[in-house]
């Protein structure tokens, strides 16, 4: 038996640190947290100074016993979690779950899985830092509070199934209010003038002049006043510049550049370096430092001269602007610079390189530049062109690594070299240009530019950035939009050859793919939260709370404290609004029904946004119409709600069943009897007529016909979400590039039934069909008890092949939904 065992969060990070040590250290996972708060119910004792109940979840109890057994019979237990306050947290939980003994337990972190951190690690072991793990028993307690007292607010006061969150509520604030601002914005029309400029040796350049004109007219008049002039160098300038390279990544300009670079979600840029961090390629990757270490430093120091040059070395030390910084005390960063491609997955090699090359950058000397002002003058009139140019004399850093730019500080043009002229020296004007420009709205947030507005608040720390996006969109308070573009039209005055010509040009605007944009039901979850309860969604609340934790982190502050200052205002808080609240759906009164007088007004409703002609007041009941998918509450006009009621449309009878046409949760389809068929992209409820509906029948009752029989049972084919399938006896089979689906001979329908029959037998590990009941593989290595339509997940750790019938039957009867009593008829009022 080992003489020591080593406790780290992951089993990938398991495998790599046994590497490193020899036959007398055992390495052990304890997947994450080992006890948390109970999933359903509060789990904060109030009345006891917020006490947390932690309680080891059943899939962990067989872990815990075998962690426990392994730690009784060792002679050092090492708790090796992460160095964030979560890991602290981890080791705490290990070490009071388990019972371990102090004078046997040593705590070690290290923020790169490499055999000479892990080997200093062991040289260097301290105790459990408590004021870590209150720092994080603080965020954990504050957050579920919140959670849990907010989201029943909600689910009385719009709709159930909602959620808040201090920081996730927050986020939605952030992208509600900017999308706010765009719908508020008006676009502003100047003319903006740009002229080509050809110098004696004949090069070509482009020249700006430093004022706009707000009117066709004015913009007209300037371009008159240059017919005829001669034009001539009147200023040059040329000075030096530098640039100078960005400091090592931290999690958050990691998840920006990612972003920026490689299109990346903050989701996936976590879980990608997740990996390489376990794999030992890059140090530990969620941190606010932009620290490198000395040795780090001396690596990338002979890597930069080796490859480049001594020419192209800067040592360099950053210092972080971030409050409050966490405990990971180094920048992310390649735990060997010398490693720079190593073998690995596409996502993994995209990410690493990035890495890689944002380290070596850093420690590489600035760009040398130089910068070129020409003013240009005119003989008619006093106003200047400007050219400006841009030369790098030495690149320096710019060899490895250009740092990404956001949509919104990407100039309109780059600035480019400038052809050799000098002071007085002649030009010919080839054309002058007036062109009709208009000011542009705030743009919506991506998930990069979320995180980096959310770091510069306060709000949040490197490791809730990734599951807050993830939340407020799996929540459905926010998508990824796309927002179509609109067509506008603009003018352009051209000066050619001593005349003034007008085009009409349009262009597309305000398309937006990808960005964050707020739903209906995530604006209205706001605006609820914003108008009763102030406070916690106020952007400076919610920073101070982190600096709270950060206090807390340092020994500063007492966790239990800043528990009591918080609740004593929010609980009562919560009580009230409960009670004496309206309710909210978001409702905008219309206008009224031309026919009837009755109100026309959209809001939310059970299944989603709806418009509503009449209220329950009227005589007639009101009348409901589901908004289409692209349509919102905000947006939506009177005109377009009005078209809503002509759904769905009566098309005709085709083969005895009538057809109409509608829209559902997915789109605009044709029903024809119980058949629903999507209609194709660019297609509407509205427009399509019987003709086209007949056809799009066929064309689907061509795709459902059998293609075989087999076993006396039907064969179909179809293409799906996963691709291209058969089906067969209820069965769903899909069929891979190894067979030609437009072409399936018999033999390959026959061959891919027989094969899913295969499977299905062998899913099944343990069968009572006299009681339908059956034990079933499932993925990632579980098994499910499954009896009609009743499912019961197994854990990991259960033994499917030694479970007995009557405990099968026992886990089946607790999962299956307890039939209500028919409630008894009321008795009739005399």
Same mark, same amino acid.
């Given at each position: 038996m080992a003489k020591n065992l080593v406790i780290v969060e992951s089993p990938a990070k398991a495998k790599t640190i046994e590497k490193f040590l020899g036959k007398d250290y055992k390495v052990e996972s304890s997947f994450g947290h080992i006890a948390d708060l109970p999933s359903k119910e509060l789990g904060v004792d109030v009345e006891n100074d917020f006490k947390p109940k932690y309680i080891v979840d059943k899939d962990k109890k067989a872990l815990v016993k075998k962690l426990g057994d392994l730690a009784k019979k060792a002679e050092t237990i090492?708790?090796?979690?992460?160095?964030?306050?979560?890991?602290?947290?981890?080791?705490?939980?290990?070490?009071?779950?388990?019972?371990?003994?102090?004078?046997?337990?040593?705590?070690?972190?290290?923020?790169?899985?490499?055999?000479?951190?892990?080997?200093?690690?062991?040289?260097?072991?301290?105790?459990?830092?408590?004021?870590?793990?209150?720092?994080?028993?603080?965020?954990?307690?504050?957050?579920?509070?919140?959670?849990?007292?907010?989201?029943?607010?909600?689910?009385?006061?719009?709709?159930?199934?909602?959620?808040?969150?201090?920081?996730?509520?927050?986020?939605?604030?952030?992208?509600?209010?900017?999308?706010?601002?765009?719908?508020?914005?008006?676009?502003?029309?100047?003319?903006?003038?740009?002229?080509?400029?050809?110098?004696?040796?004949?090069?070509?350049?482009?020249?700006?002049?430093?004022?706009?004109?707000?009117?066709?007219?004015?913009?007209?008049?300037?371009?008159?006043?240059?017919?005829?002039?001669?034009?001539?160098?009147?200023?040059?300038?040329?000075?030096?510049?530098?640039?100078?390279?960005?400091?090592?990544?931290?999690?958050?300009?990691?998840?920006?550049?990612?972003?920026?670079?490689?299109?990346?979600?903050?989701?996936?840029?976590?879980?990608?370096?997740?990996?390489l961090y376990e794999a030992g390629l890059i140090t530990y990757m969620r941190t606010d430092s932009v620290n490198l270490s000395g040795e780090a430093i001396a690596a990338a120091k002979d890597a930069i001269i080796d490859n480049y040059g001594e020419k192209y070395s800067t040592v360099r030390n950053f210092k972080g602007k971030s409050k409050g910084a966490q405990e990971a005390h180094e920048a992310i960063r390649p735990t060997d610079i010398t490693n720079q491609s190593p073998s690995l997955e596409r996502d993994q090699s995209k990410l690493y390189e990035l890495i890689w090359k944002r380290t070596i950058a850093s420690q590489m000397s600035d760009a040398q530049l130089e910068r070129t002002n020409v003013k240009i003058k005119a003989s008619t009139h006093s106003e200047l062109f400007t050219a400006n140019g841009e030369v790098i004399k030495f690149d320096g850093f710019l060899k490895v690594y250009m740092e990404g730019l956001d949509e919104e500080d990407v100039a309109e043009e780059?600035?480019?070299?400038?052809?050799?002229?000098?002071?007085?020296?002649?030009?010919?004007?080839?054309?002058?240009?007036?062109?009709?420009?208009?000011?542009?709205?705030?743009?919506?947030f991506t998930e990069a530019s979320l995180v980096k507005k959310l770091e510069e608040l306060g709000i949040g720390r490197p490791s809730t950035y990734a599951p807050t996006i993830s939340t407020i969109q799996n929540r459905g308070y926010v998508e990824k939009g796309t927002v179509e573009g609109t067509e506008r039209n603009y003018v352009q005055l051209l000066l050619e050859a001593g005349a003034v010509?007008?085009?009409?040009?349009?262009?597309?605007?305000?398309?937006?793919?990808?960005?964050?944009?707020?739903?209906?039901?995530?604006?209205?979850?706001?605006?609820?939260?914003?108008?009763?309860?102030?406070?916690?969604?106020?952007?400076?609340?919610?920073?101070?709370?982190?600096?709270?934790?950060?206090?807390?982190?340092?020994?500063?502050?007492?966790?239990?404290?800043?528990?009591?200052?918080?609740?004593?205002?929010?609980?009562?808080?919560?009580?009230?609004?409960?009670?004496?609240?309206?309710?909210?759906?978001?409702?905008?009164?219309?206008?009224?029904?031309?026919?009837? %007088?009755?109100?026309?007004?959209?809001?939310? =409703? +059970? @299944? #989603? /946004?709806? $418009?509503?002609? !009449?209220?329950?007041?009227?005589?007639?009941?009101?009348?409901?119409?589901?908004?289409?998918?692209?349509?919102?509450?905000?947006?939506?006009?009177?005109?377009?709600?009005?078209?809503?009621?002509?759904?769905?449309?009566?098309?005709?009878?085709?083969? %005895?069943?009538?057809?109409?046409?509608?829209? =559902? +949760? @997915? #789109? /605009?389809? $044709?029903?024809? !009897?119980?058949?629903?068929?999507?209609?194709?992209?660019?297609?509407?409820?509205?427009?399509?007529?019987?003709d086209r509906a007949v056809e799009l029948i066929k064309q689907k009752q061509k795709a459902d016909a059998p293609i075989y029989t087999y076993e006396g049972k039907e064969v179909t084919k179809g293409t799906g979400r996963f691709g291209p399938f058969i089906k067969w006896d209820g069965m769903f089979i899909n069929v891979n590039k190894k067979y030609d689906f437009d072409n399936l001979s018999n033999d390959d329908l026959i061959e891919l039934i027989e094969a899913k029959k295969q499977k299905e037998i062998d899913k099944v590990v343990q069968n009572w069909p006299e009681e339908g009941i059956r034990i079933e593989k499932a993925r990632w290595g579980r098994h499910n008890i499954i009896k009609g339509k009743v499912k019961v997940e197994l854990a990991k750790t259960v033994d499917a092949a030694k479970m007995s019938l009557d405990e099968a039957k026992k886990m089946i009867e607790q999962k299956t939904p307890k039939k209500k009593a028919k409630a008894k008829p009321k008795a009739k009022k005399k």
């Open positions: 090492w708790l090796a979690s992460d160095e964030d306050r979560e890991g602290e947290a981890i080791s705490w939980h290990l070490a009071e779950t388990l019972g371990l003994d102090k004078n046997k337990t040593k705590r070690i972190v290290f923020n790169s899985i490499t055999k000479s951190a892990i080997q200093k690690a062991i040289e260097n072991p301290r105790e459990i830092n408590y004021n870590l793990v209150n720092a994080q028993q603080a965020r954990r307690v504050l957050d579920r509070l919140v959670g849990y007292e907010l989201s029943p607010v909600l689910w009385k006061k719009i709709k159930p199934g909602l959620s808040a969150g201090r920081v996730q509520s927050v986020a939605v604030r952030l992208i509600v209010e900017r999308e706010r601002d765009i719908e508020a914005f008006t676009a502003e029309a100047s003319f903006r003038v740009s002229a080509e400029f050809k110098t004696l040796e004949g090069s070509v350049f482009t020249a700006k002049l430093n004022k706009t004109f707000p009117t066709k007219e004015e913009a007209q008049a300037f371009l008159n006043e240059n017919i005829g002039a001669d034009f001539s160098v009147g200023n040059l300038d040329k000075k030096p510049a530098k640039k100078s390279p960005s400091a090592p990544f931290t999690t958050s300009t990691l998840q920006q550049e990612a972003s920026r670079k490689l299109y990346f979600s903050v989701g996936r840029t976590m879980q990608v370096a997740q990996r780059q600035e480019g070299m400038l052809p050799a002229m000098k002071v007085g020296e002649a030009l010919k004007n080839n054309y002058i240009t007036a062109t009709e420009r208009f000011s542009r709205p705030p743009y919506r010509k007008e085009k009409k040009l349009s262009e597309m605007v305000g398309s937006d793919k990808g960005k964050l944009v707020p739903t209906d039901i995530g604006m209205i979850v706001n605006d609820f939260l914003v108008s009763h309860f102030a406070t916690i969604l106020d952007y400076n609340f919610t920073a101070k709370v982190e600096e709270d934790f950060d206090e807390i982190a340092e020994g500063e502050e007492d966790w239990q404290k800043v528990m009591r200052d918080f609740y004593k205002d929010f609980h009562p808080n919560v009580l009230d609004v409960q009670e004496n609240a309206d309710r909210a759906s978001g409702e905008r009164i219309l206008g009224e029904d031309p026919k009837t %007088g009755r109100q026309v007004s959209v809001r939310l =409703g +059970r @299944f #989603g /946004p709806m $418009v509503q002609m !009449g209220t329950v007041d009227d005589e007639e009941k009101p009348k409901f119409a589901s908004l289409l998918p692209e349509q919102s509450l905000t947006t939506i006009t009177y005109d377009e709600a009005m078209e809503l009621f002509k759904l769905p449309r009566k098309l005709g009878v085709y083969e %005895g069943e009538e057809i109409e046409a509608n829209v =559902g +949760r @997915f #789109g /605009p389809y $044709v029903r024809f !009897g119980k058949k629903f068929v999507s209609l194709e992209a660019g297609e509407s409820a509205f427009d399509v007529n019987f």
